[in-house]
């Protein structure tokens, strides 16, 4: 008995905290949406495990669009400041976010970032968020569209492992299309199970380093920035 009643008090208490977390974010989230909708700023989150492609689709599609627009980055990484570093060679603004033990970033992050960067009025910021499936998908922050990327690397099964993520994304990338003929990977079962789990996702195949389907995920950017 004594065991039973142990593990039940730490189970409401951990529920009690994570919804404390979750509640303190989303109201922060809602003070950062107002803001970018004030302001007319397109907010991109972009999520992902490591090693996706993200940063490479950055700096490929920021060299696309900024003679267009007014383009700024918050870069999260658990440590370090490697990826802020090579966005930083292309003269846009960058912010770097380390956040140590933490898989994610959160609205109060995003919150501090934005008040160094300064984002002009109508302008694109792109969130470039700690490498996971898990945890970027629970933390609303204030963004205007969640992007998720898979690669063709990670195999057919991703969105079916790692649902909720999918589920709260509006757009799906898949990266890497140019490795295809390497792999034992059917980019149609991909899409399917993107598909499956989230029937509304917009999906773009494009390969960043060749630039296969670069100009489709652009011009998406473009309409965005418009409306």
Partial sequence: MCNTHDHSHTARTVLTVEQDILQRNNLLA??????????????????????????????????RLQDRFPIYVIEGDQQTS???????????????????????????????????LEPSEGSLLFIENVGNLICPALFDLGET???????????????????????????????????????????????ENVLRVNPRLQIFELSATRGDGM??????????LRT
């Fill in 30 to 63: 809602e003070r950062n949406r107002g803001y970018f909708e004030a302001k007319r700023i397109q907010v991109i989150n972009l999520m992902s495990s490591p090693g996706s492609g993200k940063t490479t689709l950055l700096e490929v599609t920021i060299r």
């Fill in 215 to 224: 100009g489709e995920w652009c011009n998406w950017l473009k309409l965005k």
């Fill in 82 to 116: 490697i990826d802020a570093d090579r966005i930083a060679l292309l003269s846009v603004p960058v912010f770097q976010v380390n956040t140590g033990a933490g898989c994610h970033l959160e609205a109060g992050m995003v919150n501090h970032a934005v008040k160094h």
């Fill in 145 to 191: 569209h969640k992007v998720v990327i898979v690669n063709t690397t990670e195999g057919e099964d991703k969105p079916l492992k790692y649902p909720h993520i999918f589920r709260e994304a509006d757009v799906c990338i898949i990266n890497k299309i140019d490795l295809l003929p390497f792999l034992a990977i059917n980019l149609q079962t991909l899409r």
